[in-house]
């Protein structure tokens, strides 16, 4: 196993054993303000994969324990992607393109059309969420960090910041599969989530796109 593979099992591992303890701990639910504006996009690459029959079954028993249920957003199968690397908050009128963006889309040009394969997809859970997060080639590894560096040598860098908020590229590679609007999730999603911490889910591939994205990938644009 690779350092960046193992990690990212530590982190996840990590991240999913945290969020059990506040879940433990604080198990009564508050209302939720909300994710990300519905009526507006960020740009954002990444790939938008046939899913494979593993990934399917997890988003129709996941649709089916929250159906009904107001509050339970989950990823519609034909919106699923892979984030390789967000790049503005959602920022930009779903119905108008975001202007200037012919330098964004010469630094991007390089990692464009190249392969992502994220491998040993596993359930991640958050206190409000649950990912879908794997592992990256090493090669996909290196193209985030450099795009990502490149990114903070130009016109972007700003915009970069404040959707991460940090001064590293993320860590996660993954996909918000349940949004939950409310601080924790619900006990019949916690136990959904401990059934099947350490089940594998197969890998995902694609080619790396530049859309306008709505949060959660049902609505894409190529920029202009």
């Known amino acids: 196993m690779s350092d960046v593979a193992a990690s990212l099992e530590q982190i ?3 991240r ?3 969020t059990q303890r506040i879940w433990q701990e604080n198990p009564k639910q508050k209302t939720h303000s909300g994710f990300y504006p519905e009526n ?3 740009i954002a690459t990444g790939i938008q994969p046939a899913l494979n029959p593993q990934i399917s079954e997890l988003l129709a028993e996941l649709g089916q324990l929250s159906q009904g249920d107001p509050l339970a957003d989950v990823m519609h199968p034909d919106h699923f992607h892979l984030t390789f ?3 503005t908050p959602a920022l930009y009128n779903n119905h108008r393109q975001p202007e200037a963006v012919s330098g964004l889309r010469k630094i991007a040009e390089k990692y464009l059309h190249q392969t992502l394969r994220v491998r040993d997809l596993r359930l991640v859970a958050l206190p409000n969420q649950l990912l879908i997060a794997g592992i990256p080639d090493a090669e996909n590894s290196v193209q985030r960090t450099a795009f ?3 990114l903070q040598d130009s016109d972007w860098a700003g915009l970069l910041q ?3 908020g940090g001064k590293e590229p993320p860590l996660f590679w993954h996909s918000t599969i349940l949004r939950y609007n ?4 619900p006990d019949r999603l916690q136990r959904f989530f ?5 089940q594998r889910y197969g890998e995902m591939t694609g080619k790396i796109v530049l859309r306008l994205v709505s949060y959660n990938w049902s609505s894409t644009q190529e920029l202009a």
């Open 12 to 14: 996840y591992r990590q």
């Open 16 to 18: 999913s054993q945290e």
């Open 40 to 42: 507006l996009s960020a």
């Open 85 to 87: 690397l967000a790049i």
């Open 148 to 150: 990502w560096r490149e």
């Open 162 to 164: 404040q959707r991460y």
């Open 182 to 185: 409310a601080t924790v999730l």
């Open 194 to 198: 401990a059934q099947r911490s350490e």
